[in-house]
């Protein structure tokens, strides 16, 4: 139920804080959303019907700074969905010390429904119904499942018009002829290749000897595969949502993109040797050294934990592993790279993007992907060091992590501590 999705992502809260010397109203704080808005969009058809479409705008915590996080348009989206993403979104700002609270916006559709003009009209209005929610200094939208390049064009755009003059750091991940940054649209996965690389030694996964296994075919999971091939790294299992594809001798992801690009799937791509075909459920399940879950919530879970044969999980979707599933996989010794680090990659070029927006100064890629390294590097490093020093999962050393920095931010307006030192 969409309610346990909430309920169980706040149990790492109290998780997380049994390892962190923090106040307790501290945690009561990120117990629950700042203020939520629910609206209804009402939007033309093309057949010159009225169709409404429920939406929604979380804005979880702001202790650290404006709101952050994208926007979702899928037809499961719900307000405990959005509620849960924009609690991950708060706890990865922080992981990353980009100064920004958390945020996420969704809307109950199936995109695959609508023609573009639809998609357009439904954009804009998701704008026209939370301008005074949004706010290049208040909250900052950005893509998420099913939202891309242009539907953050058709939003800042219908913000400009809504303000009167073109505001671009209202939103990121826009094109980059719009003021998108360059490097935001590989941003997310290349985050978690770097993540990877960076505990290349830590987790034994060289190049040489490492085979990955991918869930999902969008934007992080290619950029992230693309990256890894390239670095010498085995791909030997994809999948989208109707076709999963396994070859213990590789693929070359490049290819396989081309081949979903031209006939709407994954299945019968080109491989090296001879592909199965898997349903979604076995890919999970099949030989790999590393697995890279990369589509939507709860895909491992107290189900199929036992039977996942990777040693290695990296989350570059949010929430794939259910915290049942996780006390499995921890109990098995498999080590699971949480979401709230392995994907921190695109809310961190989103931030530049948002800065650049700012300074009206753009940056050449190269100086994004350096920034991005120099952010990312120390912080999965501390993060494997605290999950050393107090023997914990990589996910509770990622929460203690972020929980120390919001605690200090709220801290430092005081606490009972200050106020009542002997109390
Ligand atoms: N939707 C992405 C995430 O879940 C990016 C958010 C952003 O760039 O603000 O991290």
Redesign the pocket.
């Known amino acids: 139920m969409a309610t346990d999705l909430f309920t169980t992502a706040r149990a790492r809260l109290d998780d997380a804080a049994r390892y962190v010397d923090i106040e307790r109203e501290i945690i009561e704080q990120l117990r629950y959303p700042k203020e939520t808005l629910a609206a209804t969009l009402l939007v033309r058809m093309d057949d010159g019907s009225r169709k409404g479409f429920k939406a929604w705008r979380c804005r979880y915590d702001d202790t650290r700074g404006p709101t952050?996080?994208?926007i979702r348009f899928h037809p499961a989206v719900n307000v405990d969905e959005v509620m849960t993403l924009a609690f991950w979104?708060t706890f990865?700002c922080a992981v990353m010390n980009l100064p920004f609270g958390g945020a996420k916006g969704g809307v109950s559709v199936d995109v695959k429904t609508l023609s573009r003009a639809e998609l357009e009209r439904l954009s804009r209005a998701y704008v026209q119904a939370f301008a005074r929610f949004i706010g290049p200094e208040r909250d900052i939208p950005?893509?998420?499942m099913y939202t891309n390049g242009i539907v953050m064009a058709w939003m800042a755009d219908e913000y400009g018009t809504i303000t009167g003059h073109p505001s671009p750091a209202i939103i990121?991940?826009k094109p980059v002829a719009l003021g998108g940054s360059l490097g935001r649209d590989d941003a997310t996965g290349r985050g978690g290749f770097y993540v990877l690389r960076e505990l290349r030694d830590e987790l034994g996964v060289s190049p040489d000897k490492t085979r990955i296994v991918l869930q999902g075919f969008g934007n992080a999971s290619f950029h992230c595969a693309r990256l890894l091939h390239d670095d010498g790294y085995r791909i030997v299992g994809l999948s989208d949502s109707s076709a999963a594809i396994y070859d213990p001798d590789g693929m070359d992801p490049y290819a396989v993109m081309e081949h979903k690009n031209r006939t709407g799937s994954v299945a019968g791509a080109p491989t090296r040797g001879h592909a199965r075909a898997l349903d979604n459920a076995a890919l999970l399940e099949a030989e790999c050294d590393v697995l890279i879950p990369a589509a939507v919530e709860n895909q491992i879970t107290e189900d199929n934990a036992a039977a996942i044969q990777a040693p290695v999980i990296l989350e570059l979707a949010?929430g794939p592993v259910s915290p049942a599933g996780d006390a499995i996989l921890d109990e098995r010794g498999v080590i699971v790279v949480p979401d709230i680090l392995a994907?921190s990659g695109?809310?961190t070029v989103?931030y530049f993007e948002w800065v650049q927006n700012k300074a009206g100064y753009y940056w050449p890629v190269e100086e994004v992907h350096t920034k991005l390294r120099a952010i990312m590097d120390p912080e999965t490093r501390r993060i494997w060091e605290v999950a050393r020093d107090k023997a914990v999962s990589m996910r509770t050393a990622a929460y203690v992590h972020a929980l120390e920095r919001i605690g200090h931010a709220v801290e430092a307006r005081g606490t009972k501590a200050f106020f009542n030192p002997l109390g």
């Open positions: 952050k996080g994208g979104m990865k950005a893509p998420d990121t991940g949010n994907n695109g809310v989103s």
